[in-house]
C-alpha cells in the first residue's frame, strides 16, 4: 500500500512539473518561437537540403563568443528563403552534389545590440553595424553563406568567412590576383557563389565575398520591420 501511493506521487510529481515546464515555454516562447511568431521561416523546412551552421551561435567567430544561445537554426523572411531555395536548386544544377552553408541569417536586433556592447571601443567595433541604424541582418533579408562540393568540403574562397582584410573584399579580387594573394581558383568559386545567389535575385556586396541581400536596402527599409 506504502509503495503504492508512493508510486502515485512519484507520477503526481512528474506531470506536475511537465504542465509547469510548459506553462513557463508558454509565457516565455523561445527566440525561435517568436521569429515564427514574426513570419519568419527556418531556411531547412523551406529546403531541408541546405546546410546550416551558424558561426555566432558558436565561439567559432571573431568575437570568441556564443551571442545567439538557442537560436540554433537559420531563420529568414519567406520571400528571401524560397530565393535561396531557387539558388541551391541552380546550384545543384550545374553542380550536382554541391550545396550552399549558411553561416548567417535573421539577426534579431537585442543580438545586434550585445555584439555591439562586446566591440565597443575595441578595434572591432568597425565589423559590427550600429544596432540603432541596423542591418540588413535585422530584418531577416540578408544572408551570409559558402558552398560545400559533394564531398562536404568548403570550397576555397581565399579568406574564411568574417575575414576582416581587404583580401576578403570582392572589389580588389583583380588586384590581389595580380599580386598572387589570390589565386583564379579561388576567385573562380567566389564568382560561382556569386552566379547562382544573383540567378535567384540576390545582390552581393563589395566588401565581403560572403554576404548577399535578398532586397535593395531601401525597398527592405519600406516593405519590411526589424526584428527585435
Ligand atoms: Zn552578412
Known amino acids: 500500500m506504502k509503495q503504492k501511493l508512493f508510486k502515485l506521487l512519484y507520477i503526481f510529481n512528474i506531470l506536475f512539473c511537465i504542465s509547469i515546464l510548459s506553462l513557463y515555454s508558454y509565457e516565455n516562447p523561445s527566440i525561435e518561437q517568436k521569429l515564427l511568431e514574426q513570419g519568419l521561416v527556418d531556411i531547412q523546412s523551406i529546403d531541408p537540403s541546405i546546410q546550416v551552421d551558424l558561426k555566432y551561435s558558436s565561439k567559432d567567430n571573431f568575437l570568441g563568443e556564443d551571442v545567439y ?3 540554433n537554426n537559420c531563420y529568414l523572411q519567406k520571400e528571401v528563403a524560397v530565393k535561396l531555395m531557387n539558388a541551391q536548386k541552380y546550384l545543384r544544377q550545374i553542380r550536382p552534389g554541391y550545396s550552399l552553408l549558411i553561416y548567417d541569417g535573421v539577426r534579431p536586433r537585442r543580438i545586434q545590440y550585445r555584439m555591439w556592447d562586446i566591440v565597443k571601443d575595441t578595434d572591432k567595433q568597425k565589423y559590427v553595424a550600429n544596432p540603432k541604424t541596423g542591418s ?3 530584418y531577416g533579408c540578408a544572408v551570409d553563406l559558402t558552398i560545400v562540393d559533394e564531398n562536404g568540403r568548403v570550397l576555397d574562397m581565399g ?8 583580401l576578403a573584399q570582392p572589389r580588389y579580387e583583380k ?3 595580380k599580386e598572387g594573394k589570390l589565386t583564379e581558383a579561388q576567385i573562380k568559386n567566389r564568382e560561382l ?3 547562382v545567389m544573383q540567378k535567384a535575385g540576390f545582390e552581393g556586396i563589395l566588401s565581403e565575398w560572403w554576404h548577399f541581400n535578398g532586397y535593395a536596402k531601401e525597398y527592405v527599409k519600406k ?6
Open 69 to 71: 544561445g538557442d537560436l
Open 136 to 138: 540588413i541582418h535585422n
Open 159 to 166: 579568406t574564411p568567412f568574417d575575414y576582416f582584410d581587404d
Open 175 to 177: 588586384k590581389f590576383l
Open 193 to 195: 557563389l556569386r552566379e
Open 223 to 228: 516593405h519590411y520591420k526589424i526584428i527585435e
